[in-house]
Structure formats: C-alpha cells, structure tokens
C-alpha cells in the first residue's frame, strides 16, 4: 500500500523555522511529483507547493513564497519543506500527498496523516 508519513512539525516562534519531512514507501516514488497542503483551524484545506520529479517548484500560496521551500532526495524517498520567517497564519497541520504524474499539474492520490505545525509565541 501506498504510504506517506510527515514528520517534524511542532511549536515555533513568530520568525523561526521548522523543517518538515515526508518519507514514502511502496511507489515508485521517482516518478511522482509531491504536493504539500495545509489546513488551519477553521480553515478549508489550501495546496501550498508542489515539486515535479526533476524538482521543478510550484507554488499554491502566495503567502509563502521566500519563505518556504522544498526539496526532494530520490534515493531517500524523501522530500522536505524548510519553513522559515514563520508567521502566526502558517500555524496549520500539513499533508504531504502523492501527485499523479510527474509534473505539478493534477491532482493528488494518496495522502500522509499530517503533522502539527504551531507558530506562536
């Protein structure tokens, strides 16, 4: 079974940093793209960035552009978002999910149970 699992996440400060991770297994994890959402209290679930298989970047939110980025190592199975001038309005739990084709230009198939982030003071 498709398995994604996001780690990382915690209490930050107003302008820290947090680095998240999501590692995945059972796929052929080279040939997708990874999409990170995130859903605020209160809030409807938003798509944040997406990064292709040659590791081009999208970005969903126009919130954190120079803010976050993101990474991803093939033979880890690993992608990484570096969160960094973190604000109030970044506190959200944060999904990794599979794309379904190589580029960042559809929709999404699987999903990891998220992790927690909190920015406050």
């Known amino acids: 079974q498709v398995q994604l699992v996001e780690s990382g996440g915690g209490l930050a400060q107003p302008g820290g940093s947090l680095r998240l991770s999501c590692a995945a297994s059972a796929f052929s994890f080279y040939n997708y793209a990874i999409l990170w959402f995130r859903q605020a209290p209160g809030k409807e679930r938003e798509g944040v960035l997406c990064i292709s298989t040659r590791g081009s970047v999208t970005y969903y939110s126009d919130s954190v552009k120079g803010r976050f980025t993101i990474s991803r190592d093939n033979a880890k199975n690993t992608v990484h978002l570096q969160m960094n001038s973190l604000k109030s309005e970044d506190t959200a739990d944060y999904y990794c999910?599979?794309?379904?084709?190589?580029?960042?230009?559809?929709?999404?198939?699987?999903w990891g149970q998220g992790t927690q982030v909190t920015v406050s003071s």
């Open positions: 999910a599979r794309g379904q084709s190589r580029f960042c230009d559809g929709t999404a198939d699987y």
